[in-house]
């Protein structure tokens, strides 16, 4: 099993969708997961990172399922300036030590 | 604040010939990281660094040498480039730990080796 799996899609919806990314990691030790969203041909940035309980961001919402080691990102109300590549993060070792598995992304492309 | 510079921005080498790509960043982090990003494989940490004189492998370090002289600068070398190395190259620093605290990346250095 790949250490952080998603799907590569190309996700396209129409402005004003709601849309939702999954991402599952292989590493049940894993404390740290974090969502990147990287524009064509950019570096990566930081969108948010994701807690436990879940997190909200605007139009944006963070969930982790640790039992199922997976984890999500809604983007509500789609702007064009969302299309992106939208990239899942996780640490790679247990605890807070580690450094960060990237997971190849997923593109979403927001149509008018 | 510039944050994380990186040269060249882009540059194409032949089989064999050497270079070094450069990483500043002006935010005092401690940690600074390379990573490589090919089509259909994400992003791929090379080497990485915890502070200053002190470095350490990655997942994809062979082929390549990096250096930390000084705080904000990070640099990577090649020593004989070969084709495999064809990629799109990131640095990016971070105030601690990469688990705890978010990564600025560079706008990345585009290398061709032909």
């Known amino acids: 099993r790949k250490e952080v799996e998603q799907d590569p899609g190309p996700f396209n919806v129409p402005e004003g969708a709601t849309v939702a990314f999954n991402c599952t990691y292989s590493?049940?030790?894993?404390?740290?997961f974090f969502w990147y969203r990287q524009d064509c041909r950019k570096e990566p940035k930081l969108l948010m990172s994701v807690y436990s309980s879940g997190n909200e961001d605007g139009r944006f919402t963070a969930q982790l399922n640790r039992a199922s080691q997976y984890i999500s990102l809604l983007i509500r109300d789609s702007k064009l300036s969302d299309s992106a590549t939208y990239l899942c993060?996780?640490?790679?070792?247990?605890?807070?030590?580690?450094?960060?598995?990237f997971g190849k992304g997923t593109k979403l492309s927001v149509k008018p | 604040n510039a944050g994380v510079t990186q040269t060249p921005k882009f540059r194409v080498l032949k089989t064999g010939q050497s270079m070094t790509l450069l990483c500043a960043q002006d935010m005092n982090h401690e940690y600074m990281y390379w990573y490589r990003q090919d089509p259909g494989m994400g992003l791929r940490l090379i080497h990485y660094s915890v502070g200053e004189g002190t470095t350490a492998k990655g997942e994809v370090p062979d082929g390549y040498n990096v250096s930390r002289l000084k705080k904000q600068n990070f640099l990577l070398g090649l020593e004989s480039a070969a084709p495999s190395q064809t990629s799109v190259y990131f640095c990016a620093s971070s105030h601690g730990t990469s688990a705890r605290y978010e990564q600025y990346f560079g706008p990345g250095t585009r290398l061709t080796v032909t």
């Open positions: 590493n049940s030790a894993s404390q740290s």
């Open positions: 993060v996780v640490n790679m070792k247990g605890g807070s030590q580690g450094n960060l598995i």
